[in-house]
C-alpha cells in the first residue's frame, strides 16, 4: 500500500520554463514532508521540506506548496534549468516518528 | 558538511554468499537507515536504528540483518545473497526528527 505518489514517472519541461512536480499522500499522520533529487549513481541530496502548519514554503528556485485538504504536495521550480534534470523523490515523515516514506519519484527531463 | 559514506560502490556477488555494507557518518547522528531503490518503486526501508545496538525492521527486512556496534557505523548484512537482492542499496543518517542524509550508494550485482 503506497502511502505516498507521484503518478507522473516522468516529466519534460524546457528550459527556462517552469517544473510542476506532483505527490500525493493517504496519512493524515504526516506532518513533515520533504523532496530529495538524485541524480544516477549517487544518494539523494535533499532539497527543499514543509511542515505540515505551513502551506508554502520558498528556497531560490525551489517553492513547495502543501494542501492539507487534497493530501497534495508540489514542487514547483522556476526557471527550470538542464542541471535540474534527475529523478525527485517527495518523502513524508509521520508524526512522532523518525521514518521517512519516499515516493516512488518522477523523473524530470530539463531540455533546452 | 555532513558526510556519510559507503564502503563499496559497485559491489558484484554470487548467489548464496554473504555480504557485507558499511555505511559511516561522521556527525554524531543518532539515526541511521538502510533503503534499497528500485525502479518503479522508489526508496524502501530496509532498517534503521536509533542508537548503538538497537534496530528496527522496516518494510522490508527479509533476508537482511543490521548491525550498529558503534554509533558512527550502521551495517548492512545480506545472510545468503539472492538474485531478487540486486538492487541499489542506499545507507542514510538523521539527528532526531530531522533530514536524513544519504550516502552515495552501493550498486550491488547478485549473480
Known amino acids: 500500500d503506497q502511502q505516498v505518489k507521484q503518478n507522473s514517472p516522468s516529466l519534460s519541461v524546457q528550459e527556462g520554463r517552469i517544473s510542476i512536480l506532483n505527490c500525493d499522500y493517504t496519512?493524515?499522520?504526516?506532518?513533515?514532508f520533504l523532496w530529495y533529487k538524485k541524480y544516477p549513481a549517487e544518494g539523494p541530496t535533499f532539497l527543499i521540506s514543509?511542515?505540515?502548519?505551513?502551506d508554502k514554503n520558498e528556497d531560490g528556485r525551489f517553492t513547495v506548496f502543501l494542501n492539507k485538504s487534497a493530501k497534495h504536495l508540489s514542487l514547483h521550480i522556476v526557471p527550470s534549468q538542464p542541471g535540474d534534470s534527475a529523478v525527485y523523490f517527495c518523502?513524508?515523515?509521520?508524526?512522532?516518528?523518525?521514518?521517512?516514506?519516499f515516493g516512488t519519484g518522477t523523473r524530470l527531463q530539463v531540455f533546452p | 558538511d555532513v558526510k556519510v559514506t559507503q564502503s563499496s560502490r559497485y559491489l558484484v556477488k554470487r548467489t548464496g554468499e554473504k555480504v557485507f555494507l558499511e555505511c559511516v557518518q561522521d556527525m554524531d547522528h543518532e539515526n541511521m537507515f538502510w533503503y534499497r531503490q528500485d525502479p518503479g518503486l522508489g526508496l524502501r526501508l530496509i532498517y534503521f536504528?536509533?542508537?548503538?545496538?538497537?534496530?528496527e525492521k522496516g518494510d522490508i527486512p527479509e533476508g537482511y540483518s543490521v548491525s550498529r556496534e558503534k554509533k558512527e557505523r550502521f551495517s548492512l548484512i545480506l545472510e545468503s545473497a539472492s538474485t531478487n537482492q540486486t538492487s541499489m542499496y542506499l545507507c542514510?543518517?538523521?539527528?532526531?526528527?530531522?533530514?536524513?542524509?544519504f550516502g552515495p550508494g552501493t550498486r550491488l550485482l547478485v549473480l
Open positions: 514543509i511542515s505540515s502548519i505551513k
Open positions: 542514510a543518517s538523521s539527528l532526531g526528527t530531522s533530514t536524513q542524509y
Open positions: 496519512n493524515s499522520m504526516f506532518d513533515y
Open positions: 518523502a513524508a515523515i509521520p508524526y512522532n516518528t523518525d521514518k521517512l516514506i
Open positions: 536504528s536509533y542508537d548503538v545496538k538497537m534496530k
